[in-house]
């Protein structure tokens, strides 16, 4: 068997997204949010569900999937594979807007209902926290206690989670193995008695995928690897030109080229093609 990049948009879309089999949704919920017995999710309402798109048409690059339960909670699922400039704020305006937007003008407030961000993340945001799952929300700092309880998030950070499948013993757990494993899996794992997450693999299998759905699954792959290809050559362009610079500050201040070359790590040959291209040398 092989199966799917959950990452993968199309993937997270087709499987997340499913209205025809919701207790994936539902049983990624209730384990996420660790909902107690009489409090889980029994019916959502998928609000942007799967369909596939024109290939040509592909643009998006957040991935996200949105839901209300029987309570009128709204709950926002996005995967997030690249750390975008911003990102933290852009969630909570994300979260704030779809919060707001339940709304209208001259509506009363106690309509609002709470809105629940979970963000599954293939990067590490929070540097101080080694758990790869963190909730956050507004607390009293002296009393720690939430009122002010409209809007909640929940990070998964998939590079902290490095548990071996032999180690595994929760749904959540499951889960998130499933999320950043299944693309190099060849079997369902044993004793998988979740209905939600088996359902999960069973769409994850490329097998049951059409043609048309495989080749917008390859497109946004391959869109994938075009922008983290500009975001490397950018990077690396704004390294060599901080090089740059710093070689020939340290030549207007009479270093000599030697030192400039081991100072910087390049070469003789490299530091003085920077100088004659920048006019200060002739040979």
Known sequence: MKFVDIKNDIAFRKIFGNENKKEILISFLNA???????KKIIKVEIKNPYQLPEIKDLKSSILDVRATDERNISYIVEMQVEELEGFDKRVQYYTAKQY????NKG???PKLNQ??????LDFIFFEDDDDYITRHRTVNIKTQKSTLNGMEYNFIELPKFIKELRDI????DKWIYFIKNAENLDVIPADLKDEGLKHAYEDAYRHNWTKEELEAYHYAEMRRQDEKGKTDIAVRKGIEK?????VIELFKNNVDIVIIAKSTKLTVKQVTEILKRNGLITK
């Open 169 to 172: 013993k929760t749904l959540v």
């Open 32 to 38: 996420v949010l660790e909902l107690p017995k009489g």
């Open 100 to 103: 707001s937007s339940q709304i």
């Open 107 to 109: 509506d009363e407030y």
């Open 115 to 120: 809105v629940i961000f979970i963000g599954i």
């Open 242 to 246: 901080a090089i740059e610079e710093t």
